[in-house]
């Protein structure tokens, strides 16, 4: 059987998910030609057992690249022919071990489907508001996963029903190697949040839609890579906000200077020990794991 799939993972510092990752990956090997781990932290320790996977090939950059990055760099690596690039969040992992079985059987009655999006739950059943039905102003700044998502108390509920739908969150997506080559892969000006509501308006544009299937499903801790990064991560939130909203036009100093003002406000709520992350009673205590050495990884 052809293995037309390669998987991307990129991570920083979620070394202590990748195990758990790999081993949910071992039905789906038949499709699977190769994974590739991006490691963005320049320090942080990998399992050793990654190395014993012969399919499995590690990188490490010098520096962190942002997510954008480092996936472009990443899928420069993987053969041009490659069919799907199957783009997997660290800390999430199939359901079913007949999941790329049934996505790559909708993907090939569906060649208009540019990226195929399964319904996303969290580790005790409930499903993550991964659609988003809009990305204007107001969808940065009042969404549940927006800048003033805290105000909101509930999400949009996601779809029961396959079809398309105008964004989704990269937590687990499978995108056609030709669509993403076509469209230069992901704008490495956002460093982190909204290069996929970026990447799924361009999908859009180019006449491909986004697919959300929700008889598929991955489970997704979420948010162990900014946990203790919560101020850092929250800046990156707004300035990529503040640049999808504006497309490259500048945006004015009080929006600038606001945006900072409330990252600013949900630092300090931080050190006061309250905390806007919704995803943070999904974390798990971990066991830091074993340090090991990794290929450098190219420019």
């Known amino acids: 059987m052809t293995r037309p799939v390669a998987v991307v993972v990129v991570s920083y510092g979620s070394g202590v998910h990748l195990n758990r990752l790999l081993n949910a990956l071992q039905p789906q090997l038949h499709r699977i030609q190769r994974i590739l781990i991006w490691e963005n932290h320049p320090r942080a320790p990998l399992p050793h057992d990654l190395f014993l996977h012969s399919r ?15 996936v472009n760099r990443a ?20 359901l079913t071990p007949d999941f ?14 540019g990226v195929l999006s399964p319904a996303v739950q969290y580790p005790d059943g409930r499903l993550q508001p991964v659609v988003k039905y809009s990305a204007g102003f107001q969808e940065a700044l009042f969404a549940r996963t927006g800048l003033l998502g805290f105000l909101r108390t509930s999400g949009p509920t996601p779809p029961t029903q396959p079809g398309p ?4 969150a990269a937590v687990s997506w499978l995108i056609r ?7 230069g892969g992901m704008d490495e000006r956002y460093f982190l949040f909204y290069e996929d509501t ?24 979420q948010g162990h890579a900014r946990r203790g990064r919560e101020l850092w991560s929250q800046l990156h939130k707004v300035r990529s906000g503040i640049r999808f909203v504006y ?4 945006p004015p100093p009080w929006l600038q200077i606001g945006g900072i003002a409330l990252a600013g406000m949900y630092g300090l709520l931080h050190l006061l020990g309250g905390t806007w992350m919704k995803e943070v009673r999904h974390w798990r205590t971990w066991k830091k794991p074993l340090n090991e050495p990794s290929k450098s990884a190219p420019d």
């Open 56 to 70: 499995v090939t590690v990188y490490r950059s010098r520096k962190n690249l942002g997510f954008a990055a480092a």
């Open 75 to 94: 899928v420069r690596t993987l053969s041009p022919l490659t069919e799907y690039i199957w783009l997997l969040n660290p800390d999430a992992w199939p």
């Open 100 to 113: 790329l079985d049934r996505a790559l059987e909708i993907l090939s009655q569906r060649p208009d489907v």
């Open 165 to 168: 739908v105008p964004y989704t």
């Open 177 to 183: 190697g030709e669509v993403f080559h076509r469209l």
């Open 198 to 221: 970026d990447f799924c308006r361009k999908v859009r544009a180019s006449g491909y839609i986004i697919w959300y299937e929700p008889s598929l499903r991955v489970v997704h801790q």
């Open 247 to 250: 497309q490259g036009d500048p």
